[in-house]
């Protein structure tokens, strides 16, 4: 894969006004809307399970709704492609499930309360109950993946659901260190949240049986397309609405996380807020919580950071334009979504 250098990029804005629809264009996600519907189906017939609780705590954290990004992505490059392949329902409900078990995981380990708008998992079921569902979820995906019949998608989903894990406790590891850097961070964001947006493109192209180059340019999108999201997702936490969200804004910081924005912000701000902000990612405290938000709104960081997005929405853009059409009006309908999708993802609220 291509990393873009650690220097700060582009103006968002550049990228916005360079690839903004048609007002009468059809925004990315709806172009999937009846293939997501079958997607749902899947999902609830799958969640199934003798044990009552396991049904209930799935139900809960599944039906909370979302954007459900990962599969639907998957079905956009499976139309960039050309491909329709009954399976991609399926493996798009398997993408969802390893997305859901990897959130019950984190609102354990983060000690979340909210999420979504309302009470996570483990505040309503517990703690044990949501990471043995969550358990449940992850082997539940390996039994649907196995029932594909194809080593290529389950050594790519494998591979994945591995390398998440990792991205994972790379981040506890690095849990109140206030001199984190990007490429720490980054390395993180890759593993965490951008391993499972590019499995979902790969997967795309494995179904619509690619050539190699093909197959690395859908796997380029959905890793920039990931970094870019988790980017903006952190930005969010410092500048978005709570009501919007689902989530309390700070709950990087009260977890002492150190995210892209903070790390801009400390090299910009004076010594003293510097400090103020190290403290309490040291501490995990958020008694300054107000304070340190006025800081990192006031020093620039969040540009800078959204900068960074724009980088890698800039690198998925250019790998979605690369993908081959073969001049069908449907596919290259598709490619067009998947360069807004990205662009669009820069200016998203929640």
């Known amino acids: 894969m291509r990393h873009p250098a650690l220097s700060p990029p582009l103006d968002p804005r550049t990228i916005l006004d360079t690839v903004a629809p048609a007002p009468t264009a059809t925004p990315a996600l709806q172009l999937v809307a009846a293939d997501m519907q079958a997607v749902d189906t899947v999902i609830q017939q799958r969640l199934g399970s003798d044990v009552p609780l396991v ?6 954290i599944v039906g909370a709704g979302g954007k459900r990004v990962r599969p639907a992505l998957l079905l956009l490059m499976c139309a960039a492609l050309g491909c329709a392949d009954p399976r991609r329902h399926t ?12 959130l019950l995981h984190d609102d354990v380990v983060d000690e979340s309360t909210l999420r979504r708008g309302r009470d996570t998992a483990n505040q309503v079921f517990g703690n044990a109950a949501s990471v043995l569902v969550g358990d449940f979820l992850y082997s539940r995906a390996f039994q649907m993946m196995v029932d594909c019949g194809d080593m290529r998608i389950m050594r790519v989903l494998a591979d994945a659901t591995n390398v998440i894990a990792e991205g994972e406790v790379l981040q506890l590891m690095n849990m109140h260190d206030a001199h984190l850097d990007e490429a720490a961070y980054l390395r993180v964001i890759r593993a965490k949240t951008a391993k499972l947006f590019e499995a979902s ?6 179904l619509a049986d690619a050539d190699a180059d093909t197959e690395a340019v859908c796997a380029e999108y959905g890793q920039a397309l ?16 709570a009501a919007e969200l689902g989530k309390n804004l700070g709950d990087d910081l009260r977890e002492g996380k150190v995210t892209l924005p903070i790390i801009c912000t400390l090299r910009r701000c004076h010594a003293d807020e510097a400090a103020l902000i190290r403290q309490a990612i040291e501490t995990g405290g958020s ?18 950071a959204r900068a960074w997005a724009a980088r890698e929405a800039e690198r998925a853009i250019a790998a979605a334009r690369a993908l081959p059409t073969g001049g069908a009006p449907e596919r290259e309908r598709h490619q067009k979504a998947l360069v807004q999708l990205a662009a669009q993802l820069l200016t998203r609220r929640a």
Not at 91 to 102: D, K, N
Not at 201 to 206: D, E, F
């Open 55 to 60: 049904g209930q705590v799935a139900h809960y």
């Open 287 to 304: 008694q300054q919580l107000s304070e340190i938000l006025r800081i990192v709104r006031a020093s620039g960081g969040l540009d800078e």
């Open 226 to 241: 990931g970094a870019a999201f988790q980017i903006v997702d952190d930005v969010l936490d410092y500048e978005g609405d």
């Open 201 to 206: 493109t790969r997967i795309a192209a494995l």
């Open 91 to 102: 493996l798009a409900a398997v993408v969802e499930f390893i997305h859901t078990a990897t």
